[in-house]
């Protein structure tokens, strides 16, 4: 068996860093402001005498918040129901156990855990363990079913503990998480100054996860949507080009069109052969390329603003997007090269 990551030696040193909440060796200290982070719990060191070194990072946004945690000691943790919000867990170093009811997980560098709100949990996390938490409000995510279905859940919302990191639907979901710690680590909250980049980057990790994850009402989301006329469609399109640097989610575009978010999705690829965030994304790369070309030769224009003031979270994607639709970079637009005018007079 190969040796286990250590947190000093791995590739998540440090990560959020810059977001420091808690670093502490006193249990009772822990307990308290961990809490005060998640919900009331039993803290308690488990084994030989060992000595806890905690590191706490957290980045609070809208309806979730990202943290870092390590203890560095063997731990018993129990919170029982966590009662008001869904927690996903990440390791990126080493492993522990986790308690969902009658299920439980070995969670390491291949399998996270997701806790759901009202399923009584315990956990034993070990000493080389460190992870990449997720919160997420309850009302929020039960908002975004009621958005995707069109009804509110009967009962508890409940997802299935296990989340692959590497294998399945889910995968992409956790690595969408750790690319969000990672991009705060290298770009800062800056983003965080603008709604839309927060809306966006919400959205997506709420939505994608009740369609990813298995959870209770799984087989409600998986029944076809009647698609949504072209004239429910219209009105999104003719919102989205008059709003294109306000908060939209795709929840806000279904309630736009006055039908759920399938039927809105169903719609987009019927008519379109698109869906309705990346007809946003591509109206937004649109307006995003505009604003560079009247900000070529400013002083102090900034790419970076520009993509923050219209969603686009993650700079290298947004890139990405932006030079497969128009051939060129967006550093090639804002000095306003002969390639970016090449490009302006083929689309004429």
């Keep these: 068996m190969p040796p286990r990551q250590s947190i000093e030696k791995g590739p998540f040193q440090g990560l959020l860093a810059d977001y420091t909440l808690l670093r502490s060796q006193d249990v009772e200290e822990t307990q308290g402001r961990v809490a005060a982070v998640f ?5 308690r060191v488990v084994g030989a005498p060992q000595h806890l070194h905690v590191q706490h990072n957290l980045v609070k946004l ?3 918040a990202i943290n870092f945690l ?3 000691a063997d731990v018993a943790i129990d919170p029982g129901r966590l009662g008001s919000f869904y927690l996903a867990q990440i390791p990126v170093a080493g492993h522990a156990e986790i308690y969902c009811g009658a299920q439980s997980v070995v969670s390491d560098v291949k399998t996270a855990s997701l806790l759901s709100p009202d399923t009584p949990t315990r956990m034993h996390w070990h000493r080389d363990c460190a992870q990449v938490l997720l919160w997420i409000e309850k009302a929020a995510m039960e908002h975004r079913f009621a958005l995707l279905t069109g009804r509110d859940p009967d009962g508890p919302l409940a997802f299935d503990p296990s989340l692959p990191q590497h294998t399945g639907l889910s995968s992409p979901w956790t690595q969408a998480v ?4 990672r991009n705060i680590d290298q770009h800062g909250t800056y983003w965080l100054q603008f709604p839309a980049a927060v809306a966006s980057m919400e959205d997506y990790l709420l939505r994608t996860l009740l369609l990813l994850q298995p959870h209770t009402y799984t087989h409600l989301l998986a029944r076809s949507a009647e698609p949504a006329r072209p004239r429910h469609m219209q009105r999104v399109i003719d919102y989205v ?3 294109a640097d306000t908060t939209l989610t795709v929840a806000d575009l279904a309630q736009i069109a006055c039908v759920s978010v399938r039927a809105l999705e169903e719609g987009f ?4 052969n698109t869906t309705p965030v990346g007809y946003l994304r591509d109206v937004r790369l649109d307006v995003v390329r505009q604003a560079l070309i009247a900000a070529a030769g400013a002083e102090h224009a900034s790419i970076t603003e520009i993509a923050y003031r219209f969603g686009f979270t993650h700079l290298g994607r947004f890139a990405a997007y932006y030079k497969k639709r128009f051939g060129v970079s967006p550093s090639t637009t804002l000095r306003g090269e002969a390639a970016e005018r090449h490009f302006s007079d083929t689309r004429r």
């Design 62 to 64: 809208h309806d979730t």
């Design 39 to 43: 919900c009331p719990h039993v803290l």
């Design 70 to 72: 390590s203890y560095g």
């Design 269 to 272: 690829r019927r008519y379109l």
């Design 178 to 181: 750790l690319d969000l710690a």
């Design 241 to 243: 080009h008059a709003n």
